[in-house]
């Protein structure tokens, strides 16, 4: 009988195609939005979690301007090398101190052309970062303070590159300039969320700032506390240092940020996860709107085929069995919406992920609740429009042209 | 449900005293005044009247689509006058088939589906429901129709896809509102002789409903309705 029903409900559906698929738009719509949503906003906050997580927990992170994330104004001068230097001099307890600058850049060999990353650093990034060579070596200290055209490479810049070549000792072409490669990286493959650690060019921070970006800029200071050290002291010792260096006023406002990692953790997933529910909430608000167009058009459905309902009545159809007719009807098309609605959404979030550059995280959970959900619509939307046909009278029905 | 021996010593079809009141205080309009009526098995019985005589809910009630104000209705000697809407339902489902004036066919559904209908409430599986209404289809001259829909057949053989549809389940009782009301004379001629040898040859009761003496003419019996009540109830002397 089930079966019965369900292949009834079909057919009623495949009768009236175009009908039933603008019935279920509504629904399609609010579960494409959720799906998206949420999708997108599990890849934004688990980008910014894993991103943050791999730096560890001693980490603070220094970065120019009033304050960092979404929506930061203002003028502010940029680190310079000498900025790290006072650190690492002035400070107790820290472990490392990484200064980085990095550039998007494409770097050739013979024919071969590839874009990639290039981050000038010191060799403590290898360890800060957890990066291990796998041949060659990194910079050495006369190196970097020479500013030799040397760099270290990732697998995917040597593959692109040098195909199965051993690269060590090649010079490879960043911007105008030729660069020595001493030392290749071992792979670390993507990392959670989808990017590529591997398709990276290395070089001592003093080389990149002459022959890449042609300033002295440093983007960001990144500090390891030493373990056992309070992490909140270093940062206070640091931000009044930098107040010194940078010569603020008392009362004048930081233009600089000392971050430790929970700090930018909490405000960046914050933000997207604030965002996320907000959007997420319009979408549900759609996918009610899509039940109240389910319900309109059982009504209708239930109104034109008043007179089935007698025949079936007559025949000895029990309420009951004409309640489930037109309930499995309203579920089917509204759970066929849902399933639509996930494929959409789904496939929107993949191919938004670029554009919007956020991983595409899968979350079972939210497409089986989005189903369901869309399925429970049609329950409590269809109830109605199926009680009435159910409660109709036989011989009034017969009747009904 | 009913006991074989019971049955063939009592009516299968027994009412008594039945009325029927619609709407309640001033509004209220009697349309049954106290109905005696019984009908044996495989009688063929044409009821008779104008417009407002009580005939179509005499045969609501008969047809356990309605139930009686007042009165009992007895069917093979069970009481159903009181019964519950899923009750008779059931009833329906199990001892009754019906014919309706407008065919009441199942729009854009294939003949041969519309007979299974009644074979799918009652649980038939798929294969015997269809191999029972293809058989059906053929007895009532359908044979080489069943995957056409009802707006691709003739009236004539919509009400024949209909009477196929009420007797698949093999009935006890075959109601008929107005059978032949929505067709020509020929073609009511034809559907007439049908029901006349479901009647004679499968023993089917028929109580059929309908003003057109001609129609009455093949029913073994006819009564005449008037005013709610039985006017007169006779045998049917030039029966064919």
Partial sequence: MVWNTLLLALREIRRNVMRSFLTVLGIVIGVAS???????????????????AS???NLLMLSPGKRMGPGSAGFAPAFKIEDGEAIAREIGGIAMVVPVASRSTSAIYGHENWSTSVTGTTSTFLSLRNMRLGSGRSFSDSEARAGAAVCVIGQTVREKLFGGQDPLNNRIRLGALSFQVIGLLESKGQNSMGMDQDDIVLLPLRTFQRRISGNQDVSLIQVSVQDGVST???????????????????????????????????????????????????????????????????????TERTQE???????GALEREVLLQFLVEAVVLSSAGGMFGILLGLGASFALKNALMVPFVLDPKIVIIAFLFSAAVGVVFGYFPALKAARLDPIEALRHE | MIASTQAETMPLIELTGVTKVYGTGQAAMQALAGIDLRIEEGDFVAIM??????????????????????????????????????????????????????????????????????????????RQRHQIARQTLASVGLEGWESHNPNELSGGQQ???????????GPSVLMADE???????????????????LNREQGITIVMVTHEPDMAAYAKRIVHFKDGRIESDEPNGRAH
């Fill in chain 1, 34 to 52: 959720v799906i998206t949503m949420v999708t997108l906003g599990k890849g934004a906050t688990q980008q910014v979690t894993t991103s943050i």
């Fill in chain 2, 159 to 169: 009400q024949r896809v209909a009477i196929a549809r009420a007797i698949v389940t």
């Fill in chain 2, 179 to 197: 059978p032949t009301g929505n067709l020509d004379s020929a073609r009511s001629l034809e559907i007439m002789e049908l029901l006349s040898r």
């Fill in chain 1, 309 to 315: 309902v007698g025949t079936r009545l007559a025949i």
């Fill in chain 1, 232 to 302: 909140e002291k270093v940062q206070r010792d640091i931000r009044l240092l930098m107040r010194n260096c940078r010569r603020l006023a008392v009362g004048e406002d930081d233009n600089f940020n000392v971050m430790d990692t929970k700090e930018i953790s909490k405000m960046l997933t914050g933000t997207t996860m604030m965002l996320t529910g907000l959007l997420g909430a319009v979408a549900a608000v759609s996918l009610l709107v899509g039940g109240i167009g389910i319900m309109n058009i059982m009504l209708v459905s239930v």
């Fill in chain 1, 55 to 57: 730096m560890g927990s």
């Fill in chain 2, 49 to 126: 009247g104008h417009s407002g005589s009580g005939k179509s809910t005499c045969l609501n009630i008969l047809g356990c689509l309605d139930s009686p104000t007042s009165g009992s209705y007895r069917f093979r000697g069970v009481e159903v006058s009181q019964l519950t809407r899923d009750q008779r339902a059931r009833l329906r489902r199990f001892y009754l088939g019906f014919v309706f004036q407008g065919y009441n066919l199942l729009k854009r559904t294939s003949a041969i589906e519309n007979v299974e209908l009644p074979l799918i409430y009652r649980r038939v599986p798929a």
